[in-house]
Antibody, heavy 122, light 107 residues
Framework: EVQLSESGGGLVQPGGSLRLSCAAS????????MNWVRQAPGKGLEWVSS????????YYLDSVKGRFTISRDNSKNTLYLQMNSLRAEDTAVYHC???????????????WGQGTLVTVSS | DIQMTQSPSSLSASVGDRVTITCRAS??????LGWYQQKPGKAPKRLIY???TLQSGVPSRFSGSGSGTEFILTISSLQPEDFATYYC?????????FGPGTKVDIK
């Protein structure tokens, strides 16, 4: 059974840092690109960042570039999101998810974690 | 960046109704579009991928069509468990963009 389980969320002051983790199991983790997607309270879904299966290529939403860093440890089947210089507008539930693209085609594989809440407030 | 619009933003419907939701991309995205259903407090669940392919395990009352810039999600006969918010997602290029969402509630 495929499982994605996020951790590391919490309350942090503006300007602070958090590191989110996403533990993956039940599939060949290093074969799949991964995403972080967030949802602010009462708002829609927003893509944050992607990383290829080998970790060599990353992409970011403009508003988090230079502040957030996505990474992965394929030996531990774990995805990370290092979040620095946090702002109130980063407050959201952060989900990890398998990327829809698989070697140039759309994968039928679709799994999301339940999310971890990040609250940025003084 | 590609812009995604979705209409309507909300709708009220009855059990048994046929419902259509439209997503439009500001430029062609081939068929690199998925449709997701989200219920309160839950993770999104993909219903349709590659614009028109039904995700395994999803009821056949859901269907998708379109390619390029215009895409449609159809629910042929709305069931009580279908009351939720629906999002499209383009993954043709970066940044990945979700549509603003369509909330489907009970009339």
């Amino acid at each position: 059974e495929v499982q994605l389980s996020e951790s590391g969320g919490g309350l942090v002051q503006p300007g602070g840092s958090l590191r989110l983790s996403c533990a993956a199991s039940g599939f060949t983790f290093n074969d799949y690109a991964m995403n972080w997607v967030r949802q602010a309270p009462g708002k829609g879904l927003e893509w944050v960042s992607s990383i290829w299966g080998n970790g060599a290529t990353t992409y970011y939403l403009d508003s988090v570039k230079g502040r957030f860093t996505i990474s992965r440890d394929n030996s531990k089947n774990t995805l990370y999101l290092q979040m620095n210089s946090l702002r109130a507008e980063d407050t959201a539930v952060y989900h990890c998810a398998i990327h829809p693209k698989y070697y140039g085609a759309t994968t039928p594989f679709d799994h999301w974690g339940q999310g971890t809440l990040v609250t940025v407030s003084s | 960046d590609i812009q995604m619009t979705q209409s309507p933003s909300s709708l009220s419907a009855s059990v048994g109704d046929r419902v259509t939701i439209t997503c439009r991309a500001s430029q062609g995205i081939r068929n690199d579009l998925g449709w997701y259903q989200q219920k309160p407090g839950k993770a999104p669940k993909r219903l349709i991928y590659a614009a028109s392919t039904l995700q395994s395990g999803v009821p056949s009352r859901f269907s998708g069509s379109g390619s390029g810039t215009e895409f449609i999600l159809t629910i042929s006969s709305l069931q009580p468990e279908d009351f939720a918010t629906y999002y499209c997602l383009q993954h043709n290029n970066y940044p990945l963009i979700f549509g603003p969402g369509t909330k489907v509630d009970i009339k």
